[in-house]
């Protein structure tokens, strides 16, 4: 094994470990092609490099990476230890929504890039909407001329809208108000999965789609502003946890290093044309229950306490939703990690990052 991975997080390489050493998954397909990985320095971007390179290193595969970022300082410090013993890394520069200028040809894409911030659903929803668009036509006409053996689209379980059932599968849909202006994120997800099955249907670009629940684990930075990492900070500043809702939205929860697996599982297994939801069932609680876990994580050194006249206007109202992810299921019926080793894995991961 190379020595840019003994600098890595070690929990990083536990998730590492575990993903590779999934059998189910045909990683020999990579032997002598090339993965581009939009959203290369995001949470799961990143970490589907790292994997790739993890991959390549454990198998012996000759298989090149394109890690496409827009702040090359930003992707330096990501994946700083590792461009020195990976000659196969490398960085394209630019703007996914703007025109694609690609250093060589790619045989795969995963595309993560996409603005997650709540804030900006609200502050900067027509840049929201462009980005998701333009970014994803840019690619699958990329994989149209290219020819790319599978290109893989991540979309948001936010795309289901208001159900009049909590359990979700790949063919419901439900209502999203036009006229709100943070449904800018997943009225954009919704075009850009039409655009992949179109692409597909039309030009046979081999496409797949796949739905996520919330995601974090190890990788999330420090001062990410989603309700898990708030928790997790509470845990390790020994500080009560503030809800500012009755914390009534229930939803499943996956983990980083599951999420990856499940990607790559739709990238390599996946039918073209199609979209996966991709959860964790066993995971399905409110808000208000995820704290009290993390409250038993502290060793209850920690209360939960309420805050309900704080402006909440850039989050979802209530809502209750556990995605199907029976279809995906067939594909790679992988075990998921549990709810509760997820959130210790998070907390010790943030802990370790201050020492």
Known sequence: MKESWAKENSLIIEDLQSIVNDRVIPWNRFSGKSVLVTGATGLLGSLAVKTLL?????????LNVGAFVRNKEKANVVFGNLLKDHSNLT???GDISQEINLSGKYDFIIHTASNTSSSDFVNRPVETILTTIDSTAGLLEYSKINNVESVVFLSSMEVYGTLDHELAKESDSGILDHNVIRNCYPQSKR????????????YGVHSKVVRLTQTFGPGIVPDDQRVFAQFARSVINKSNIVLLTKGGTKRDYLYTADAVRGIISALLLGDDGEIYNLSNNESYCSILEMAELYKQVSNNEIDIEFNTNADVSKYLGEF??????SKISKLNNFPRVKF???IRRTVSYLQSLEN
């Open 191 to 202: 075009v850009a999965e039409n655009l992949c099955v179109s692409y597909f249907k039309e």
């Open 54 to 62: 993890y991959c390549a290193d454990v198998y012996n595969v000759d």
């Open 91 to 93: 960085f394209e520069v």
């Open 320 to 325: 209750y939703r556990l995605l199907d992810n």
């Open 340 to 342: 509760e080793e997820q």
